[in-house]
């Protein structure tokens, strides 16, 4: 069974087909042969891909030929979390390992004796731009290591696909159900937590917006093949943009209780204040009170002398009035201490 290799050239309105006995065969470990209508010649730059007779085709390859002698060759892009990742450093000019520097992102990350480095299980954290040096031949073009993070769950030939762990309120989040022994979209039924929430015809099921209420332990079945693993949805509250802090599983219960005792304290406080000022107007308007009734008796007793002897001086009066209270004031001193 042949395959075509089609090749669009960095000039988007230019592309080229070539066929090729086994489309599989191809890998981005492995040079492209004139035999398959392809060349390693600078004109040779551009995205490469295979399909099959049936249509079916495979991951695209960016690749790019300087005019370089040291080369930098990477996976098929991109990789999922998880895999197995090798880079390999050589030099056009021979067939022989040598030894090679290799860098992401700029910096140091390792030297090699074989000219390969091996990242055992890839993670998110390994995406960047790598280059690698060898001593003497030059540095290779830089080349971009993507990797793709999935949540996926197997409980046998039923796989149940989702977004990376945890998954942020507010977004779009699509479960896709799917069976390891065809690609076609089949009839699958979504559950959470062991209650059947959703059925769709085409293997998907999307949630948006996503909430804290969508959490819980996630499982699709497909009728005829089976069910797979449950495996749990994770959602981290949005913090909002005026910096209020909420934390992530904290309880809204807890918030929500929170905020009416401080709105409670301030009304009290409130309440309190109020209180204060009506007890500080009383004392002053009791104190008002006093002075007016001492001055009225005042008066009281000046009109009296006046009305008895018109002739006598009222501040007289008043002067004999105080002397006598006072005299009477030590009589009762005295009368007291001798009791005692």
């Not at 929500?256 to 309440?271: K, N």
Request: glycine fraction near 10%; aromatic fraction near 4%.
């Amino acid at each position: 069974m042949r395959s075509k290799v089609i090749r669009r050239h960095p000039s988007p309105m230019q592309t080229s087909v070539s066929s090729h006995p086994d489309c599989s065969s191809l890998s981005t470990s492995r040079s492209l042969s004139p035999a398959g209508g392809l060349t390693s010649q600078p004109d040779g730059a551009g995205e490469y891909w295979c399909e099959g007779a049936g249509g079916e085709r495979s991951s695209t390859v960016n690749i790019t030929v300087t005019g370089g002698s040291v080369i930098l060759e990477s996976p098929v892009l991109p990789v999922m979390e998880g895999e197995a990742v090798t880079l390999r450093c050589r030099n056009r000019a021979t067939s022989s390992n040598l030894t090679a520097d290799f860098y992401k992102d700029g910096l140091f990350i390792g030297s090699s004796s074989t000219g390969k480095m091996t990242i055992a299980s890839v993670s998110k954290f390994d995406g960047g731009l790598y280059t690698c040096s060898i001593s003497g031949a030059g540095e290779s073009p830089a080349s971009r290591l993507t990797v793709r993070v999935v949540w996926c769950c197997s409980g046998g030939s039923v796989i149940l696909d989702g977004p990376a762990l945890p998954v942020t309120e507010g977004d779009a989040v699509t479960l896709r159900c799917r069976n390891q022994g065809t690609p076609s979209e089949l009839q699958a039924e979504f559950y959470k937590d062991g209650l059947l929430i959703r059925s769709s015809s085409t293997g998907e099921m999307t949630i948006d917006p996503v909430s804290k209420s969508d959490e819980g332990l996630y499982k699709c079945s497909v009728s005829g093949v089976g069910e797979s693993a449950q495996s749990p949805l994770t959602v981290t509250v949005r913090i909002s943009k005026n910096n209020d802090s909420v934390k992530q599983g904290e309880d809204p219960d807890a918030q929500d209780t929170d905020s009416t005792a401080s709105r409670e304290g301030i009304v009290l406080h409130h309440h309190y204040s109020i209180l204060l000022w009506v007890v500080i107007a009383v004392v002053l308007v009791l104190q008002l009170l006093v002075i007016g009734l001492l001055h009225w008796k005042k008066q009281l007793v000046l009109l009296e002398v006046q009305l008895n002897d018109p002739n006598k001086d009222q501040h007289s009066v008043v002067k004999q009035d105080k002397k006598k209270r006072y005299k009477e004031g030590k009589e009762d001193k005295k009368r007291k201490g001798s009791f005692i």
